[in-house]
């Protein structure tokens, strides 16, 4: 018997809680008062049903119904609470992506690159590094037209 | 086919916040004690399930109008007390005013209209 109303309470507040569509605070503090109120009413009537519980606190299906309207200040909280969102998820996408290029770019640039030489290798100038203002890493291959093409 | 309403007892629901109020204007209470009061006070003519008082009261302190307290009274089990803010007794008499202009209002059109004499 007590199993069955042990039952019952859960099965309640079970549906009550899949019924309830507020906000996640607002849910909570819900939930705490409805166990309070259900634990003093369960010690004062000891034989209830889940039909009791239904007649006493409501119908856990009609809470999808209630319109809870949310006052202004809730309102402007939320939409604040979105656009701030939507700005660190942008900020932060946009300096991962710039990060990850200019990483990259200087990861390229010191594996070194190939130079073509035209002409006599003693007229070639020395490129300086833009990001380190340093001559030239070694380049991996240096071709020359005049001899190398020629082979 | 006529779209029904969805709300039933529609004057009942834009009573809640006047009856939430008013028991709460002298002392701080909690849920439970709210409706079974409100049930005793109405002598049963108006029952107010939790289901439907709960978020009236979330929405009340939200605007100001009340204040809560969280009290352990066991173990894993919080009781919350609802008190009356400053704003939320001027608020009461507003909707108290409101709520007797329209009283007074739908008793004139209903002599007037022959309804009641």
């Known amino acids: 018997m007590k199993h069955k109303k042990n039952k019952a309470l859960k099965k309640y507040l079970h549906d009550v809680k899949k019924g309830y569509h507020g906000n996640y605070k607002s849910k909570k503090l819900f939930i705490e008062q409805l166990k309070d109120s259900l634990t003093t009413y369960t010690k004062e009537n000891t034989d209830y049903t889940y039909e009791d519980l239904q007649l006493t606190f409501g119908n856990p299906q009609e809470l999808s119904t209630f319109s809870e309207i949310p006052s202004k200040t809730a309102t402007v909280k939320k939409a604040f609470r979105r656009i701030t969102v939507f700005s660190i998820i942008t900020v932060s996408i946009f300096l991962i992506v710039h990060t990850a290029k200019y990483f990259y770019g200087k990861w390229d640039y010191s594996r070194g690159y190939d130079i073509e030489i035209q002409g006599a290798p003693d007229e070639i100038d020395n490129n300086i590094n833009p990001f380190t203002h340093e001559t030239d890493p070694p380049a991996i291959k240096t071709y020359n037209f005049g001899t190398d093409y020629a082979k | ?117």
Request: net charge positive.
């Open chain 2, 1 to 117: 086919m006529p779209k029904t309403t969805r709300n039933k007892n529609n004057i009942k629901h834009g009573t809640i916040e006047l009856v939430l109020l008013l028991l709460l204007q002298k002392e701080q209470k909690y849920g439970y004690q709210l409706s079974q009061e409100l049930s005793d006070f109405s002598e049963g003519k108006y029952e107010l399930k939790e289901t439907t008082m709960y978020p009236t009261l979330y929405r009340l302190t939200q605007n100001g109008y009340l204040s809560f307290e969280q009290v352990k009274v066991g173990i894993k089990r919080t009781r919350v007390y609802y008190l009356i803010t400053d704003a939320g007794r001027e608020y009461l008499q507003k909707i108290i005013d409101e709520y007797n202009t329209i009283t007074q209002a739908i008793s004139l059109i209903m002599q007037k209209t022959g309804t009641i004499s």
